[in-house]
C-alpha cells in the first residue's frame, strides 16, 4: 500500500513559539505533497501544494510567511507554523500525491492536531 | 469551477442493511473522481477512485461507487452495512486540465450504522 507519516500526532505549545510538522511518504516518492487544515466537523481546506524542489504553492487567504512548507526531498515536506496563536490551533492533515498518469491518488497521513495556549 | 455536494450531513442505517451516501460534482472537462473515509482524531484514508474505464468502481473494506456522467454524481454505496463503517466520508474531484492535481472536497456525510 501507500503509507504516509506525521509527526508529531500531537502538540501543544505556547503562542508565539513555531511548531514544525513533518510529513514523509513512506513506500513511494511524492514530487507533490497537500497540506491540509480541517476544524471540527468541517472539510478540509487545502492550504498549500509543495513541491520537491520548488516553492510551495500557496491557497489565496494562506499567509506563507506564518506557514512556511520545505520540500526537501521526494518522500518528506515539513510544515513549520511560526509564531503560533491560538487561532492556529487545528487539525493539520498532509496528502502525498503517488503520480502514475491516470493513476493518481493522494494518500493521507494521519494528521497533526496542535493547540497553541 | 469545481465543486462536490454531499447533501446529507448524516445517513443512518441499521447494521446488515444497503447504505448509499451521495456525492454530485461540478467540474469542466472529465472528472477523477474519490472517496475517502476519516476515523476521529485520523487522517483520511483512501476508499476507491474513478478515473475512467468502468462506471462501477469497487474499493476497500466492500465499497463501491458509481459514476453516472448524465447526472453527475459519484453515490458510495455497500451492500451489508458494517457497525465498524461508522465513519466520516469525503468525496472529492478534481477536473483532468486542473493544475497541481488539486482536489475539492465534499463537507463529509456522517454515516451511522446501528447494531
Known amino acids: 500500500g501507500a503509507v504516509v507519516s506525521q509527526h508529531p500526532s500531537w502538540v501543544i505549545c505556547k503562542s508565539g513559539t513555531s511548531v514544525k510538522i513533518e510529513c514523509r511518504s513512506l513506500d513511494f516518492q511524492a514530487t507533490t505533497m497537500f497540506w491540509y487544515r480541517q476544524f471540527p466537523k468541517q472539510s478540509l481546506m487545502l492550504m498549500a501544494t509543495s513541491n520537491e524542489g520548488s516553492k510551495a504553492t500557496y491557497e489565496q487567504g494562506v499567509e506563507k510567511d506564518k506557514f512556511l512548507i520545505n520540500h526537501a526531498s521526494l518522500t518528506l515536506s515539513t510544515l513549520t507554523v511560526t509564531s503560533a496563536h491560538p487561532e492556529d490551533s487545528s487539525f493539520y492533515i498532509c496528502?502525498?500525491?503517488?503520480?502514475?498518469?491516470?493513476?493518481?491518488?493522494?494518500?493521507f497521513g494521519p494528521g497533526t492536531r496542535l493547540l497553541v495556549l | 469551477a469545481q465543486s462536490v455536494a454531499q447533501p446529507e450531513d448524516q445517513v443512518n442505517v441499521a447494521e446488515g442493511n444497503p447504505l448509499t451516501v451521495k456525492c454530485t460534482y461540478s467540474v469542466s472537462g472529465n472528472p477523477y473522481l474519490f472517496w475517502y473515509v476519516q476515523y476521529p482524531n485520523r487522517g483520511l484514508q483512501f476508499l476507491l477512485k474513478y478515473i475512467t474505464g468502468d462506471n462501477l468502481v469497487k474499493g476497500s473494506y466492500g465499497f463501491e461507487a458509481e459514476f453516472n456522467k448524465s447526472q453527475t454524481s459519484f453515490h458510495l454505496k455497500k451492500p451489508s452495512a458494517l457497525v465498524s463503517d461508522s465513519a466520516l466520508y469525503f468525496c472529492?474531484?478534481?477536473?483532468?486540465?486542473?493544475?497541481?492535481?488539486?482536489?475539492?472536497f465534499g463537507t463529509g456525510t456522517r454515516l451511522l450504522v446501528s447494531p
Open positions: 472529492a474531484v478534481r477536473g483532468e486540465n486542473t493544475g497541481f492535481q488539486k482536489l475539492v
Open positions: 496528502s502525498a500525491l503517488r503520480a502514475g498518469g491516470h493513476q493518481e491518488t493522494q494518500y
